[in-house]
Structures are given as C-alpha cells and as structure tokens.
T-cell receptor, first 112, second 108 residues
Framework: KAGVTQTPRYLIKTRGQQVTLSCSPISGHRSVSWYQQTPGQGLQFLFEYFSETQRNKGNFPGRFSGRQFSNSRSEMNVSTLELGDSALYLC???????????FGSGTRLTVV | KNEVEQSPQNLTAQEGEFITINCSYSVGISALHWLQQHPGGGIVSLFMLSSGKKKHGRLIATINIQEKHSSLHITASHPRDSAVYICATENTGNQFYFGTGTSLTVIP
C-alpha cells in the first residue's frame, strides 16, 4: 500500500515569501502530524490534526499554520519566511494513537 | 514540557556486538516512540511503547514507567543498522518531545 507522500521533496524560497507543503497520509489514517527538523534544534513537533481538527500545537510562532481536509490530506503553511525556517519538514500519519506512526520522506525547505 | 535525554550521543560498534541506547524523560507520558533515521532523512517508526517490552527481529525495546526510562537494544548488530536512533515521548495531548538522537555506526 502507498506510504505517506509529501510534496514537494525540495523547495527553495526567499525571505519574506510564504510556502505551502502537502502531506497525503496512508489511506484510512485520520491523524496527521507535522515536525520540523534542523541541525541545531533536532526534531520538533509542530502540530497534529485529526478529522480536520487541530488537536495540539507545538511551540512555534503563528507564522506556522496548517489544515486538514476531509480526505485527511494535510497542508502546512509558513508565512513571512525567515532564514531560520530552513529545515526538513516531516509529516506522519496514524490510524489511531496506539497504532504508531508512519513518516513521509519529508520536504527540505531552504530559505535564502 | 518533557525533557528527553538520550545516551550515548554517538556509538561505534563492531559487527555482531550487542548495542544498548538509553532514553530518560522527565514527566509522565502516554507513549514512548523509538525512531530510526537513515542519511537522507527518511524516518522509520520502530516501536511505540506504553509499558513492558516489545521485540521486532533483532530489535528489543523496553520501558520502565516508574523510572521514566526506556532502552533500545540491537542484538547481533550489522552495518545496515547504522543510523540515528531517536527517542520521542508522547503525552496525553498528543504532543511530542524528541531526544537529540544517538548516531550509531556499525563497522564490518
């Protein structure tokens, strides 16, 4: 069966722009969570959606937002990009909390 | 916030050795995850634990809820086990906190 698909794989943006990343979960999975990974901070939790509702949010500024559609696909948006937003953005999907998570390959965002 | 600490940070082993990676956390959790990340970024979820012990092939994960401690063991290590292993805690609010990872290199 298809895994978690993230698009695009690579992205280069300039400071001040905004970006939207997409995550298609495994079919049937209703939970999608997003993470940021940087060399300095490691992996950090951004937010988690379940059935189109944001259930929790990590400690990130309001420039980071997301949403989930009725087909469980999720998008993450970052507005007014800063150089420090350069990172690997990962999403993971889950059937339910006790079923574990499957990660996508990530989107590598470079802000110049 | 949950402080998640892993040890060691870096580990080099000879092929065939038994390997242990440790994870300690500071507050109560609903689950603990062990993740494996290979160069290039791909992350694989190895285990999700809320109590006791789980085993998949040569990998074993244990958790002691009272001591707030988990270990990941690799028996008969192999060069393909070389990766970064990350411990992550999940609280009842579905928030995750991650350790900084243990970089494992297994030498043939």
């Amino acid at each position: 069966k298809a895994g978690v698909t993230q698009t695009p794989r690579y992205l280069i943006k300039t400071r001040g722009q905004q970006v939207t990343l997409s995550c298609s979960p495994i079919s049937g999975h209703r939970s999608v969570s997003w993470y940021q990974q940087t060399p300095g901070q490691g992996l950090q939790f951004l937010f988690e959606y379940f059935s189109e509702t944001q259930r929790n949010k990590g400690n990130f500024p309001g420039r980071f937002s997301g949403r989930q559609f009725s087909n469980s696909r999720s998008e993450m948006n970052v507005s007014t990009l800063e150089l420090g937003d350069s990172a690997l953005y990962l999403c993971a999907s889950s059937l339910a909390w006790d079923y574990g998570y499957t990660f996508g390959s990530g989107t590598r965002l470079t802000v110049v | 916030k949950n402080e998640v600490e892993q040890s060691p940070q870096n580990l080099t082993a000879q092929e065939g050795e038994f390997i242990t990676i440790n994870c300690s956390y500071s507050v109560g959790i609903s689950a603990l995850h062990w993740l494996q990340q290979h160069p290039g970024g791909g992350i694989v979820s190895l285990f999700m634990l809320s109590s006791g012990k789980k085993k998949h092939g040569r990998l074993i994960a244990t958790i002691n809820i009272q001591e707030k401690h988990s270990s990941l063991h690799i028996t008969a290590s192999h060069p393909r086990d070389s990766a970064v292993y990350i411990c992550a805690t999940e609280n009842t609010g579905n928030q995750f906190y991650f350790g900084t990872g243990t970089s494992l290199t297994v030498i043939p």
